[in-house]
């Protein structure tokens, strides 16, 4: 079993910046992918980006690259999202994502689910 705690979340104006956290606990919660999502009202969840439990590759989708950059430090077994020039779309609540060993696809993949943060910007 992995419990997954996210924190930082907010409301920032578009332009700004945040930092999300999600802290892990567990069995070998090192060896999972890591991801997060978002999903904004009336809308399906969607990956925003990933890391591996090795931390050597990551994914972003395209509405984020460029502005959000994934990363994780294994020996506090978090994981971070630090979003940049943020944009009123990128409104919604944010999931942390937990997937033993395999790449994270869809929400379908995923073992474990934070309770998830909001984040708001306005314009």
């Known amino acids: 079993q992995v419990q997954l705690v996210e924190s930082g979340g907010g409301l920032v104006q578009a332009g700004g910046s945040l930092r999300l956290s999600c802290a892990a606990s567990?069995?070998?919660?090192?060896?999972?992918?890591m991801g997060w999502f978002r999903q904004a009202p009336g809308t399906e969840r969607e990956l925003v980006a990933r890391i591996s439990w090795s931390a050597t590759s990551t994914y972003y989708s395209d509405s984020v690259k460029g502005r959000f950059t994934i990363s994780r430090d294994v020996a506090k077994n978090t994981v971070y999202l630090q979003m940049n020039s943020l944009k009123p779309e990128d409104t919604a609540v944010y999931y942390c994502?937990?997937?033993?060993?395999?790449?994270?696809?869809?929400?379908?993949?995923?073992?474990?689910w934070g309770q998830g943060t909001q984040v708001t910007v306005s314009s």
């Open positions: 567990g069995r070998a919660s090192s060896n999972y992918t």
């Open positions: 994502a937990a997937r033993k060993y395999y790449a994270i696809l869809t929400p379908r993949d995923v073992d474990y």
